[in-house]
Structure formats: structure tokens, C-alpha cells
């Protein structure tokens, strides 16, 4: 069971920035694969970033479109912490951001479509508010 604590929500103006953390309990963090998702509401759960486990290609991260330039995904493994850094930060950002802990590596060949799906994830943290004003 691994357990997962948000922080760093809120309110900030368009074009600002927040840095959202994500603390991991219960299991190996530096085995685990892990990403960012965010829900508006009335809509479908959509991916943000992914960061992979350390391999010996290096670190895989991925982007969604909307958040590629501008969103930064990182994780400290001493800390056992996963990071947001939201700069550039649009109305549209608006959202509840979740973070996700996938236990099992994904296969090099299909990362991307595996870390982009919420449902490929074991386990999720509560969520964390981040609202942009125009």
C-alpha cells in the first residue's frame, strides 16, 4: 500500500507560478513510476507529466501537450517527493491535480500510452487545488 500527500495548491494569477509536491509512503518510491494528472470540472481526468523510475537509459518524463514548455516534473528519491514547477500558469490550468504512483515499470516500448492513462495507475494521492485568475 503506498499512501500519497499533496501540498502546494491555490490561487495564483495567470501567468504565475506554484510548485506542487507530492510525498510518498508505504513502499520503494525509487522503484515507482509516477505522474501528474489534473480534473476540471465537468470534465474527464487529463494527463500532465510522468517521470519513470531511474533505468539504464536515464529517466524517462513525458508531457501533455497543453503543459509542454511550461510545467516541470521532477522527484527527489531522498525525499521520497515527486514535483510539479507550474510556471507560465494559464486560466485554463485551473484544475484539481492529482498525483499517481504506477508500482510496475512500464515497458519501454509502449511508456508513453502506458503513463499517459489514468487507469494504467495503482495508486493516487487526494488532490490539490489550483485555481488561475484572469
Known amino acids: 500500500q503506498v499512501q500519497l500527500v499533496e501540498s502546494g495548491g491555490g490561487l495564483v494569477q495567470a501567468g504565475g507560478s506554484l510548485r506542487l509536491s507530492c510525498a510518498a509512503s508505504?513502499?520503494?518510491?525509487?522503484?515507482?513510476?509516477m505522474g501528474w494528472f489534473r480534473q476540471a470540472p465537468g470534465k474527464e481526468r487529463e494527463f500532465v507529466a510522468a517521470i519513470s523510475r531511474i533505468s539504464w537509459t536515464g529517466i524517462d518524463i513525458y508531457y501533455g501537450d497543453t503543459v509542454k514548455g511550461r510545467f516541470t516534473i521532477s522527484r527527489d528519491n531522498s525525499k521520497n517527493t515527486m514535483y510539479l514547477q507550474m510556471n507560465s500558469l494559464k486560466p485554463e490550468d485551473t484544475a484539481v491535480y492529482y498525483c499517481?504512483?504506477?508500482?510496475?515499470?512500464?515497458?519501454?516500448?509502449?511508456?508513453?500510452?502506458?503513463?499517459?492513462?489514468?487507469?494504467?495507475?495503482?495508486?493516487w494521492g487526494q488532490g490539490t487545488q489550483v485555481t488561475v485568475s484572469s
Open positions: 508505504g513502499g520503494t518510491f525509487s522503484s515507482y513510476a
Open positions: 499517481a504512483v504506477r508500482e510496475s515499470p512500464a515497458r519501454p516500448d509502449a511508456f508513453i500510452a502506458t503513463m499517459t492513462s489514468a487507469g494504467q495507475y495503482d495508486y
